[in-house]
Nanobody
Framework: QVQLVESGGGSVQAGGSLRLSCAVFGYTYSINSMSMGWFRQAPGKEREGVASITIGDNTKYADSVKGRFTISQDNAKNTLYLQMNSLKPEDTAIYYC?????????????????WGQGTQVTVSS
């Protein structure tokens, strides 16, 4: 059974940085045989795609985070990362990592097969 476990969330002031990690367990192959993504959900809002990465380190970002967030993965550790810089109060949300079969950078949540439990990120002004 594939399990995704996020960590690294917390509270920071605007302009600060956080690095989220997502460890993948129970998957026989390296995570570079899947496409991975980060999503977030703020209170009262729908879950939205933040960043996606697939084979060849092809990436895709939501417009709201371009230039501030960087998605990466360590295939040897089966771990996905999200480096978040220049954080804004509107980045406050629960952040989830997810995985899907297929090689495409997709930001639609309903296209993903596996999900983590989420980690809270709070940015104060």
């Amino acid at each position: 059974q594939v399990q995704l476990v996020e960590s690294g969330g917390g509270s920071v002031q605007a302009g600060g940085s956080l690095r989220l990690s997502c460890a993948v367990f129970g998957y026989t192959y390296s995570i570079n045989s899947m496409s991975m993504g980060w999503f977030r959900q703020a209170p009262g809002k729908e879950r939205e795609g933040v960043a996606s990465i697939t084979i060849g380190d092809n990436t895709k970002y939501a417009d709201s985070v371009k230039g501030r967030f960087t998605i990466s993965q360590d295939n040897a550790k089966n771990t996905l990362y999200l480096q978040m810089n220049s954080l804004k109060p509107e980045d406050t949300a629960i952040y989830y990592c997810a995985g899907r079969f297929g090689f495409a950078t997709i930001l639609e949540p309903n296209r993903y097969n596996y999900w983590g439990q989420g980690t809270q990120v709070t940015v104060s002004s």
